[in-house]
């Protein structure tokens, strides 16, 4: 079951990035099939986007100056979990 769960991240804009007083934020979140295009939502909710890969996803959050965007992929589960109540 889990080898079929869509990937989840966030794109995180970074200011300062390479010195010792960076700064990052979580500017969207996204979930990708193994095989399919990547799902992304801005935190506001106004920006969404298919793209063909979560990579593009980061030209979309950075260009500004001093401004760089990447992706931090979160943990996959190693177990599901379900609560008795939501199953019945």
Known sequence: MLDTAP?????VQVCGDGLADAD??????GLVDSDGPAHVIGID???RMTLASPERAMRHFAGRPGITARLVWLAQPSAAAMDRAEAA
Do not use: Y
């Not at 990052?24 to 979140?29: Q, T």
């Open 45 to 47: 909710g106004r920006a």
């Open 7 to 11: 990937r989840l991240f966030a794109v």
């Open 24 to 29: 990052g934020w979580v500017v969207a979140w």
